[in-house]
Every structure is written in structure tokens, then in C-alpha cells.
């Protein structure tokens, strides 16, 4: 290298550095408990969003992790660890309900962002909580196009029963089915079904008892809860409802619950808050995303979490944009200030809504030949 190049490599490199800012973004997440399938899938799809963008950007974006362990204790100190410590400037994609609402009162308190919680749950679309940017549909919503779609094909409401934990998720499930049947003034709330397990355990049995009871003959079963739950109550209820289908919301594990519950994947359908891979309506958008996670991970092991935290963090980067300050008031200041963008869903969006939420969009899905989502185009009770 001789000495004009060398000096035009130094100033590159010192204007490059004059000119570049580095944004400090804070998660916390479970990594090894419960929940950390969704906490690993979530961090995996911002990384890859973050790696992609920092190649061709003058803003290059850290994200900063720590584990609680879905303890909301845990979150309470990380999340302050992250901003007095870490000076991050923004707390992206904590996963639970639970964590989230331990957030709420630090980011009310520092006036810092807080965006794309994966939580559904409705105290985080509530107006009190301006510092608060949801990205996917709540619980409450998911459950309310389970029950529109179960009406709309001629589902009565003595035919539906709700089964949920007895916690928020499990009533923002609840409330949900309530409010589909509520705004049809012909329909009688007292005639839906609902029984709960406790939250944290496996112990379904009473309630699936008290299902049988009744002896109602239910067509549908919207199941709220955890992953282990609704495995051991499918296979239970089976025994007994072998015509009924059954309802569950984003936050399970579909492929968890495919490899469980193969023997029954006919009857068994999942809401989705994104497109699933199979769909040919947002085809660009998906590729984009896997050509990226591929690049970061070099891996396929991506999944609809990781793929709700690679657009949670391009939604993130295009509030940004290329400020060249950047700090938490820049940042929700953009946040607050973003209109009508499409981060490749193919809609317009932001969050100027009392709920303070990008998306309201929700995908029905059911598992194919290869056990894989795909997008309901027809009558779920076409056959009866």
C-alpha cells in the first residue's frame, strides 16, 4: 500500500467513524426456561434485521441481551441494568406478558421507548402507557377472529367452549370469544362455555370434567395456555370429543404442538400474527427475511417468532431512519412522528391508534401434509 492510498484508507476510516453512530438497543428475554424457544427466536430475527442493515448503514445497532428467565424480578433488574449501565436507547422484543408489564413503569420513568413486546396482552394498549409501540395483534383480537370465523359459518354459541389458564392470557383469550358474541345482539352470552386450569400447571383434568359434565356437543374449543397444557388436554379431550376442533393462539409452538399432536393436526388450527412461510401473498418480504437469517446464522432454523423479530426490528430502523443524532428522545420521537409505512406485509401502517399498534392483522392457519402452517382459504367445517 503506498502512502496516497494509506492516507485515503485512514481518512475514509476516520470519516466513516466522524460520521457513523452506534445504537444501543436492550433486551431482556427467557434463554433458558419455559419460554426460550420464543426468547432465543426473537433475539435470532432482530440480529438478523441488525446485521443486514449495519453492512450498508452509517447507524450501526447493538443489541444487548440478558436472560430473566421469565421472571419478571429478573426483568425488573435487567431492564435497569440496561439503561443506567448499558445506556441503551431503546428496549426492544421482551417476551411475556408478565416481563412486559415489570417494563412499563422503568420506561415510564426514564422516557424511553419500549417497542414490539411479543405480549398481546392488553395492558400494553392501554393509552396511560405512552411509551409503549405494539407491533402484533392482541390476544383478545386473536381469539375475536377465531369466534367471528365460527360464527360466520354457522357455529353456535352452545357448540363453542373457551379452556384457558386463569391468568391475563387466558382471560384476554376469553374476552376475546365475549366480545365477537356480544356485538350480535341475537346471540346469549350465558350459552358460551368457559373453564379454566391453573396457570403453571398441568392439572386440566377438572375442567375438562367439567366440559363432559355439561355434555354439550361442542364443535369448537378455543384452548388458551401453555404449550404443555394444550397437548396433554387435546389428547385427553379427544377421547371423548372426536369431531371438535380446536382453537390456539400465536404464542404456542406449532411445531412443537405438530410433532405432539400429529395424530389429530386435521383438527387443530392456530392463529398467526404474520404470514405463514407458505403464503404467496407476502413472498418478498419472506424470502428477504430468510436470506438474511440464513447470512447471519447460517442456518435454517428460523420460525414465525424469529421472523416477528426480524420486522419488529426493521419496523424499529425505518421510525430511525438516518438521524444523525440518536438517542431515546430521537427515537420516540420518530416513533411517535411515523406514518403510513409498509415493511413488506402489504399494508400501510404506524402506530397513531389508541392502541399505540402497527398491526391488526391476523392469519387463521391449519397444518398441511408436511405438517407445516398454511393460510385457511375455505370453510373450516366444509365436510359436515
Given at each position: 500500500m503506498?502512502?496516497?492510498?494509506?492516507?485515503?484508507?485512514?481518512?475514509?476510516?476516520f470519516f466513516n467513524f466522524l460520521f457513523s453512530s452506534e445504537i444501543k438497543v436492550g433486551m431482556t428475554a427467557d434463554f433458558s426456561g419455559s419460554l426460550s424457544y420464543l426468547g432465543k427466536s426473537m433475539k435470532k430475527g432482530i440480529e438478523s434485521y441488525f446485521n443486514n442493515y449495519n453492512k450498508n448503514s452509517n447507524n450501526?445497532?447493538?443489541?444487548?441481551?440478558?436472560?430473566?428467565?421469565?421472571?419478571p424480578l429478573l426483568t425488573t433488574k435487567y431492564v435497569k441494568k440496561l439503561i443506567k449501565e448499558d445506556d441503551v436507547s431503546v428496549i426492544l422484543g421482551s417476551i411475556g406478558t408478565p416481563t412486559?408489564?415489570?417494563?412499563?413503569?422503568?420506561?415510564?420513568?426514564?422516557?424511553?421507548?419500549?417497542?414490539?413486546?411479543?405480549?398481546?396482552?392488553d395492558v400494553l394498549r392501554l393509552s396511560e402507557n405512552e411509551y409503549v409501540f405494539n407491533f402484533r395483534a392482541s390476544y383478545s383480537q386473536e381469539a375475536y377472529s377465531i369466534t367471528k370465523k365460527l360464527l360466520s359459518e354457522g357455529v353456535n354459541v352452545n357448540e363453542i367452549a373457551v379452556f384457558s389458564q386463569n391468568d391475563t392470557y387466558g382471560n384476554s383469550g376469553y374476552y376475546g370469544v365475549r366480545k365477537a358474541i356480544m356485538e350480535n345482539k341475537n346471540l346469549i352470552i350465558s350459552d358460551l362455555t368457559h373453564e379454566r386450569y391453573t396457570s403453571g400447571t398441568l392439572n386440566i383434568e377438572l375442567g375438562l370434567s367439567k366440559l363432559l359434565d355439561l355434555n354439550n356437543k361442542y364443535k369448537a374449543i378455543i384452548v388458551v395456555g401453555s404449550d404443555e397444557a394444550i397437548i396433554k388436554f387435546i389428547r385427553y379431550a379427544?377421547?371423548?370429543?372426536?369431531?371438535?376442533k380446536f382453537f390456539l393462539l400465536s404464542p404456542t409452538d406449532n411445531r412443537k404442538i405438530a410433532r405432539e399432536l400429529f395424530l389429530f393436526s386435521e383438527d387443530i388450527f392456530i392463529t398467526q400474527v404474520l404470514p405463514p412461510f407458505s403464503s404467496k401473498d407476502n413472498i418478498d418480504i419472506i424470502k428477504e427475511f430468510i436470506k438474511a437469517y440464513e447470512l447471519t446464522h447460517n442456518s435454517k432454523d428460523y420460525n414465525i417468532t424469529s421472523f416477528e423479530g426480524y420486522l419488529s426490528a426493521k419496523l424499529l430502523v425505518k421510525a430511525?431512519?438516518?438521524?444523525?443524532?440518536?438517542?431515546?428522545?430521537?427515537?420516540y420521537n420518530s416513533l411517535k412522528k411515523l406514518r403510513e409505512i409498509d415493511i413488506g406485509l402489504g399494508f400501510k401502517s404506524d402506530f397513531n391508534n389508541p392502541k399505540s399498534q402497527y398491526s391488526d392483522e391476523i392469519w387463521i392457519c391449519q397444518f398441511n401434509d408436511s405438517y407445516e402452517l398454511t393460510t385457511v382459504k375455505d370453510s373450516i367445517y366444509k365436510d359436515e
Amino acid at each position: 500500500m503506498n502512502s496516497y492510498t494509506k492516507k485515503t484508507f485512514i481518512f475514509f476510516l476516520f470519516f466513516n467513524f466522524l460520521f457513523s453512530s452506534e445504537i444501543k438497543v436492550g433486551m431482556t428475554a427467557d434463554f433458558s426456561g419455559s419460554l426460550s424457544y420464543l426468547g432465543k427466536s426473537m433475539k435470532k430475527g432482530i440480529e438478523s434485521y441488525f446485521n443486514n442493515y449495519n453492512k450498508n448503514s452509517n447507524n450501526k445497532y447493538k443489541l444487548i441481551v440478558y436472560n430473566d428467565m421469565y421472571d419478571p424480578l429478573l426483568t425488573t433488574k435487567y431492564v435497569k441494568k440496561l439503561i443506567k449501565e448499558d445506556d441503551v436507547s431503546v428496549i426492544l422484543g421482551s417476551i411475556g406478558t408478565p416481563t412486559a408489564n415489570a417494563i412499563l413503569p422503568i420506561v415510564k420513568e426514564n422516557k424511553i421507548p419500549f417497542v414490539a413486546p411479543y405480549s398481546g396482552g392488553d395492558v400494553l394498549r392501554l393509552s396511560e402507557n405512552e411509551y409503549v409501540f405494539n407491533f402484533r395483534a392482541s390476544y383478545s383480537q386473536e381469539a375475536y377472529s377465531i369466534t367471528k370465523k365460527l360464527l360466520s359459518e354457522g357455529v353456535n354459541v352452545n357448540e363453542i367452549a373457551v379452556f384457558s389458564q386463569n391468568d391475563t392470557y387466558g382471560n384476554s383469550g376469553y374476552y376475546g370469544v365475549r366480545k365477537a358474541i356480544m356485538e350480535n345482539k341475537n346471540l346469549i352470552i350465558s350459552d358460551l362455555t368457559h373453564e379454566r386450569y391453573t396457570s403453571g400447571t398441568l392439572n386440566i383434568e377438572l375442567g375438562l370434567s367439567k366440559l363432559l359434565d355439561l355434555n354439550n356437543k361442542y364443535k369448537a374449543i378455543i384452548v388458551v395456555g401453555s404449550d404443555e397444557a394444550i397437548i396433554k388436554f387435546i389428547r385427553y379431550a379427544k377421547e371423548d370429543y372426536r369431531q371438535v376442533k380446536f382453537f390456539l393462539l400465536s404464542p404456542t409452538d406449532n411445531r412443537k404442538i405438530a410433532r405432539e399432536l400429529f395424530l389429530f393436526s386435521e383438527d387443530i388450527f392456530i392463529t398467526q400474527v404474520l404470514p405463514p412461510f407458505s403464503s404467496k401473498d407476502n413472498i418478498d418480504i419472506i424470502k428477504e427475511f430468510i436470506k438474511a437469517y440464513e447470512l447471519t446464522h447460517n442456518s435454517k432454523d428460523y420460525n414465525i417468532t424469529s421472523f416477528e423479530g426480524y420486522l419488529s426490528a426493521k419496523l424499529l430502523v425505518k421510525a430511525i431512519q438516518e438521524n444523525k443524532i440518536i438517542n431515546k428522545e430521537k427515537i420516540y420521537n420518530s416513533l411517535k412522528k411515523l406514518r403510513e409505512i409498509d415493511i413488506g406485509l402489504g399494508f400501510k401502517s404506524d402506530f397513531n391508534n389508541p392502541k399505540s399498534q402497527y398491526s391488526d392483522e391476523i392469519w387463521i392457519c391449519q397444518f398441511n401434509d408436511s405438517y407445516e402452517l398454511t393460510t385457511v382459504k375455505d370453510s373450516i367445517y366444509k365436510d359436515e
